[in-house]
């Protein structure tokens, strides 16, 4: 079993539809979880931040963590075509030594239909 | 402001041949450095990180080394490129401790 499960996709969607996009994980100890997104043949992009469970909003995004079901997510509002990449969930616990290790989903490609 | 560079964006090398990528960071110092690869579908896999200069640590025996001979710069190397190296190389720097990464803009790299 994969520390971190994330379906592929590929999800379209019609513009200014709500998007919900969702990992799960196995490790507990995680607890610093992220969002990122990526453009075709670009680097990932941080997107979203979360420490621990709870909610967070920026904009049109809205991250979700659910450690008591070790379950996160990601909603956009209102998508629109530039929205359209692959995201990618990723986690980590305390590293040390001061190292983050990531651990990261395989991504789920979305696209946004005009 | 933080920025990382990473070079070349585009590579085409034969079988058998060497390979040097270099990644640097400018606007911090003492940052934790890591090497992925991303083949299609498969996700990122974690090459090598680095915690300060000369400290390597392999996540996965290959092909590939890794080193850092200044505190913001990282290389990937290769003597001997096979086939199954070829894949989408991306940098990456993080302050440490639950702030996430920034990456490069990445290399794609093909062996042919």
């Known amino acids: 079993q994969k520390e971190v499960e994330q379906d592929p996709g590929p999800l379209s969607v019609p513009e200014g539809a709500i998007v919900s996009l969702n990992c799960t994980y196995s490790?507990?100890?995680?607890?610093?979880f992220m969002w990122y997104r990526q453009y075709s043949r670009k680097g990932p992009e941080l997107l979203m931040y979360t420490y621990s469970s709870g909610n967070k909003e920026d904009g049109r995004f809205t991250a979700q963590v659910d450690k008591s079901s070790k379950y996160i997510s990601l909603f956009i509002r209102d998508s629109q075509p530039s929205d359209s990449a692959t995201y990618l969930c990723?986690?980590?616990?305390?590293?040390?030594?001061?190292?983050?290790?990531?651990?990261f989903g395989t991504g789920t490609r979305l696209t946004i239909i005009p | 402001s933080q920025t990382i560079h990473q070079w070349p964006a585009t590579l085409v090398q034969p079988v058998g041949s060497p390979l040097s990528l270099e990644c640097t960071v400018e606007g911090t110092s003492n940052p934790n450095l890591y090497w992925y690869r991303q083949a299609a579908g498969r996700g990122l896999q974690l090459l090598f990180y680095s915690v300060g200069i000369g400290q390597i640590s392999s996540e996965v025996p290959q092909n590939l080394s890794a080193s850092r001979p200044q505190d913001r710069q990282f290389i990937l190397s290769s003597k001997k490129l096979l086939l199954s190296d070829s894949g989408f190389y991306l940098c990456?720097?993080?302050?440490?401790?639950?702030?996430?990464?920034?990456f490069g803009s990445g290399t794609r790299l093909t062996v042919v």
């Open positions: 990456a720097w993080s302050p440490g401790r639950g702030n996430g990464y920034t």
């Open positions: 990723a986690m980590s616990a305390e590293g040390s030594f001061g190292n983050e290790k990531l651990t």
């Open positions: 490790n507990s100890a995680f607890q610093y």
